[in-house]
């Protein structure tokens, strides 16, 4: 970098970046620079929104689609921090507090990375300079979650029960060995910051068993009236046995869901994000055998 280049920095007071609606955030834009600085402003903006995108699959199927998968932008704000001017040599350091709350008519979903949706709030600051000089630039990611509700996830118990004529993913049946796996998964409802829990027993197989997995799933559905591309993606995978599993053991199931790529259930008009567990089987010739289990995920 060029000595005379100033940096621009992005501080927010609060470490962890997480913000619900209705708080304010509250921070500072951070001006370094060795030397007196000319400018035409210096702005700071606040966006969040939406992004859907197709599936390869998808796309040219619906030309509706196009109207659709505009981003949707769910809040911007922007502050004029400082006016044209210059701007001492050293640290300035200018504060600002913006109230987080939605569009009208719009409602602030949780920050979620996604495949084919994305929902995402950014804070950025520019510096406007002469057409000689770069325009400063920093962007600043921070989080949404939903504020405290009364209403608690409550679900009842999932129920294992996978045998070769429960099997629905498989061509060929004649190949499948004689099996029986049970169990439960402990709820259909799940609070996002608690584990996923559950036990998965292999009361019989015919077969040498390889591994026993869970996986988590994300199913992401956009689109609108016309038409909805709906595309289901691995979020992870554990394995919870590995080898010739003993027959009649309890294997606890215990998983955390992901920070950022997992969020609430969501279903809007023009996009839904929902989650499902798979219990997979493979056997040692790889072989594999899955049962597909949806559920339901909430902040609290």
């Known amino acids: 970098t060029n000595y005379k280049m100033a940096t621009l920095t992005i501080n927010l ?11 304010t955030i509250k921070g500072s834009v951070i001006i370094n620079s060795k030397n007196e600085i000319s400018h035409n402003g210096l702005t700071l903006t606040m966006d969040g929104s939406v992004k859907l995108q197709l599936s390869a ?20 704000k922007q502050l004029v921090l400082v006016n044209a001017g210059k701007l001492p040599s050293g ?4 504060a600002f507090e913006l109230p987080l709350l939605p569009k009208q008519n719009k409602s602030l979903y949780e920050t979620y990375h996604g495949v084919f949706v994305n929902v995402q709030y950014m804070l950025s600051a520019e510096m406007k300079r002469s057409f000689l000089n770069k325009d400063l630039q920093k962007e600043l990611e921070f989080i949404v ?6 209403k608690k996830a409550e679900g009842n ?10 099997v629905d993913n498989v061509k060929d049946r004649k190949g ?11 709820s259909d409802k799940c609070c996002i910051t608690k584990p996923f829990t559950g036990e998965i027993v292999v009361e019989h197989a015919d077969a040498v068993i390889k591994s026993l997995e869970i996986q988590l799933v994300r199913v992401e559905t956009c689109g609108c009236a016309e038409g909805f591309s709906k595309d289901a993606t691995e979020i992870q995978n554990i394995q919870i046995g590995e080898g010739d599993i003993c027959r009649g053991l309890a294997i606890p199931v ?11 259930t969501l279903r809007t008009n023009n996009f839904k994000v929902d989650f499902e567990i798979n219990v997979i089987v493979i056997f040692h010739d790889n072989r594999l055998v899955q049962e597909n289990f949806p559920i339901f995920i909430t902040r609290f």
């Open 13 to 23: 007071k609060r470490a962890s970046k997480i913000y619900k609606e209705g708080e």
């Open 57 to 76: 699959r998808s796309v040219g199927r619906f030309e509706a689609f196009y109207n659709s998968l505009k981003p949707i932008q769910l809040v911007h």
């Open 91 to 94: 640290v300035t350091e200018l």
């Open 145 to 150: 979650e939903y504020k405290q509700q009364d």
């Open 157 to 166: 118990p999932i129920e294992i029960n996978i045998s070769p004529s429960s």
């Open 176 to 186: 499948i060995p004689n099996f029986l796996v049970r169990g439960r998964l402990d």
């Open 254 to 264: 215990y998983m955390i869901f992901p920070r950022l790529f997992t969020c609430p």
